[in-house]
């Protein structure tokens, strides 16, 4: 670690947990824009604070978005990432109804599996920078949501 603040003190522990997340959106459609990724950044932050975690990188596509989470260790990584699709998945769907077309969807914004991995071999300036260069969609970009990508057989 590079810094004093990169470790987690608490009464019997001293830790520096950092978990690398990846979610999918449902069928890899790409509903995302810039503006919805901010307000996705937005609740994903709150439900880290909610966990004592802390959100120290963000960003996504169209289709998927990156995490880079410091969290404690009593946290259960499952149930920090279940909060986090489940509560940004039920506030974006409310938020932007008009621009998610659930049909398609199948009412559901995120794909059930997600990535996940640990962030301790690697220097944390590598996994911040790979987030920092996903390639973000410009305000105001024109999107169409039954956009579909072709998956690798």
Avoid at 115 to 124: D, E, N, R, V
Wanted: glycine share 6%.
């Amino acid at each position: 670690m590079d810094t004093q603040n990169d470790f987690r003190r608490g009464r019997h522990v001293v830790s520096a947990l950092h978990v690398h997340l990846v979610f999918v959106t449902r069928y890899q459609h790409g509903v995302f824009n810039d503006e919805m990724l901010t307000r996705c950044e937005e609740i994903m932050q709150k439900v880290c604070e909610d966990f004592e975690a802390e959100l120290k990188e963000f960003n996504g596509e169209r289709d998927h978005v990156h995490l880079l989470v410091h969290y404690p260790p009593k946290v259960a990584v499952s149930k920090l990432v279940n909060s986090l699709k489940g509560v940004s998945a039920r506030r974006i769907r409310q938020e932007f109804t008009g621009q998610i077309n659930r049909a398609a969807m199948r009412e559901h914004l995120w794909s059930p599996s997600y990535f996940s991995a640990s962030c301790g071999g690697a220097p944390l300036t590598i996994v911040r920078q790979y987030i920092e260069q996903q390639q973000r969609p410009l305000q105001g970009a024109r999107q169409s949501n039954l956009e579909t990508r072709s998956t690798p057989a």
